[in-house]
């Protein structure tokens, strides 16, 4: 990730001062920082990063501070904060900075695990039915599955591995002992809904 700190000198001179300083607030758990400033500017990657002017910033002209850093491997909201101060500045309001990232890694199937292409022969698919019965929550980013269904030779579930989660149920069926039973229609032999509803909706 990549933090850009400009600085505009929006007054009516240049500013010349080492008493111009600039702190900039990284949020803990960030690696591999990187610094590039401008040759006016002078910084130390310290904690806080703190940057002073001994050089010149003309007036209205902008001057950008770069830092490139390693975001941290767990979800977190990252707050990062930039203070600059003026000596004599008549309006310090616009002095102060705040950056929010939210980082959420994402974890993906490697492509290929278990085989490199070719025929498929045999059964390669396991089926592995939740632990518990019920209704996961909309919004669920986990779901707990229990042991593999006898359906052949099965392989153990690995980090790596790309799942299908499939709703299996949720059809409406005509339940009657009739030829109507399952889509409602007369005819033997009764088969098929009278609507799917979220069967067969997945995600991956």
Request: proline share 6%; hydrophobic share 40%; aromatic share 4%.
């Amino acid at each position: 990730m990549t933090y850009a700190i400009k600085v505009q000198n929006l007054g009516q001179a240049a500013a010349s001062s080492a008493a111009t300083t600039l702190t900039i607030t990284l949020p803990s758990g960030l690696t591999s920082i990187s610094l590039s400033a401008p040759a006016d500017w002078s910084c130390a990657i310290t904690i806080p990063i703190n940057c002073t002017l001994p050089g010149s910033l003309a007036w209205g002209s902008t001057d950008t501070i770069t830092i490139s850093a390693t975001a941290p491997s767990t979800p977190s909201t990252l707050t990062a904060s930039a203070a600059l101060t003026l000596t004599g500045d008549p309006n310090n309001t616009n002095d102060n900075a705040t950056a929010y990232t939210v980082v959420q890694p994402l974890v993906c199937a490697t492509p290929g695990r278990d085989g490199a292409g070719g025929n498929l022969t045999g059964i390669v698919n396991a089926y592995f039915p939740p632990s518990t019965t019920g209704t996961l929550a909309s919004g669920s980013t986990s779901v707990a599955l229990g042991a593999a269904a006898p359906l052949g030779a099965q392989k153990a579930i690995a980090v790596g591995d790309l799942l299908l989660i499939i709703q299996m149920q949720d059809a409406t069926i005509n339940s009657t002992q009739s030829s109507s039973y399952g889509d409602g229609l007369a005819g033997d032999p009764g088969s098929g809904s009278t609507s799917l509803g979220s069967s067969g909706l997945l995600n991956s």
